[in-house]
T-cell receptor
């Protein structure tokens, strides 16, 4: 079965540094997402992206966050100036269409640790 | 999207059927019931979804009550690899995002 791949699997950074988390969605998918999960907490929606623009974002997704699809295959999440509370597992997901019978495919995540 | 209620945790013996309940009493007519699971520290994985009728696929069966206010996910022969947190999510067919609750932590034991 096709997979969503995320790199790196682990990222350690200093507070205030910029990080870019990378994702390669399934090749023919059109809708892309970022979710995050702080240790011991729920999986939380961050942002959805379609047709090269953000279609929806949560309150978590403030000005420190941005997303980009720089080419035909990658989908990135940038955090401009990381904070301690950004430490979490970040999941990328994709789907082909927003209709019934479509399921979200999630990557295995990037564990971000901000020191 | 309708709110769901699931037990916090359940145990199941390996080889037995695991029946995971979900209450969604405020579900509306155009909302589907989806099930995902999350094996420790991995990304959520789609299992099954349905609207009114019972559904079955290679992973599980989904039984939805006639009034649609509750459903049960059935793993017919649970294995140790089915140990995970199972999420019941209710949303419209064209919803752009999933809202995860706390789910049910299923522990499959020998």
């Amino acid at each position: 079965e096709p997979e969503v791949t995320q790199t790196p699997s682990h990222q350690v950074t200093q507070m205030g540094q910029e990080v870019i988390l990378r994702c390669v969605p399934i090749s023919n998918h059109l809708y892309f997402y970022w979710y995050r999960q702080i240790l011991g907490q729920k999986v939380e929606f961050l942002v959805s992206f379609y047709n090269n623009e953000i279609s929806e974002k949560s309150e978590i997704f403030d000005d420190q966050f941005s997303v980009e699809r720089p080419d035909g295959s990658n989908f990135t999440l940038k955090i401009r100036s990381t904070k301690l509370e950004d430490s979490a597992m970040y999941f990328c997901a994709s789907t082909l269409r927003l209709v019934t019978n479509e399921k979200l495919f999630f990557g295995s995540g990037t564990q971000l640790s901000v020191l | 999207d309708a709110k769901t209620t699931q037990p916090t945790s359940m145990d199941c013996a390996e080889g037995r059927a695991a029946n995971l309940p979900c209450n969604h009493s405020t579900i509306s007519g155009n909302e589907y019931v989806y099930w995902y699971r999350q094996i420790h520290s991995q990304g959520p994985q789609y299992i099954i979804h349905g609207l009114k009728n019972n559904e079955t696929n290679e992973m599980a069966s989904l039984i939805i009550t006639e009034d649609r206010k509750s459903s049960t996910l059935i793993l017919p022969h649970a294995t140790l690899r089915d140990t995970a947190v199972y999420y019941c999510i209710v949303l419209t067919g064209t919803a752009s995002k999933l809202t995860f609750g706390t789910g049910t932590r299923l522990q499959v034991t020998l």
